[in-house]
């Protein structure tokens, strides 16, 4: 009945009864049993809350450290931070926070000089995860930009 598992277990939970999956309709459109829509966006539930309670640590950390010149979806640095120089670093940290989670795991010591534990580390991981998301979003986006720049426009002859 179901082709996802978590459909199953999220409605089971809820109503203790099985119920039929979505059906997509078109590349935009689900429908629901009793034949209503709805716009299909991507599936934020299958993201565990943690996950998204230590990369918004990590954020706010970041508004702590940098004040108004930490990067954020609401920063007005926001499109301008993400330089290719600016996104390699980034991802150079984050590889920085994995090798430390993976010998905080290895060992079981924390640094507490850096009070930096596995938390810290997974919200630092994702805040390079974000970086690199928002930095492909943008280029995707200046070339469909440059791409429709490019076709003939077409004229009117009214």
Known sequence: MFDDYSDYIVHKQECGREMEKPKLMADHLRQFPG??????????????????DAMTAR???????????????????YESALTKAWVIAGLEHLIAHAMDAIKIIQTGIINLDKEEGLW???GAIMFGGAV???????????????????????????
């Not at 829509?37 to 934020?44: A, N, S």
């Open 35 to 52: 034949g209503v829509t709805r716009t299909q966006k991507p599936q934020y539930s299958l993201i565990p809350k943690c996950a998204l």
């Open 59 to 77: 954020f706010e950390l970041g508004q702590i450290k940098h004040g108004p010149t930490a990067w954020n979806a609401g920063a007005m640095n």
């Open 120 to 122: 810290e580390n997974a």
């Open 132 to 158: 690199l998301a928002a930095y492909e979003d943008q280029r995707l986006q200046q070339l469909e930009r440059k791409q429709r720049a490019q076709e003939p426009q077409q004229e009117s002859n009214d």
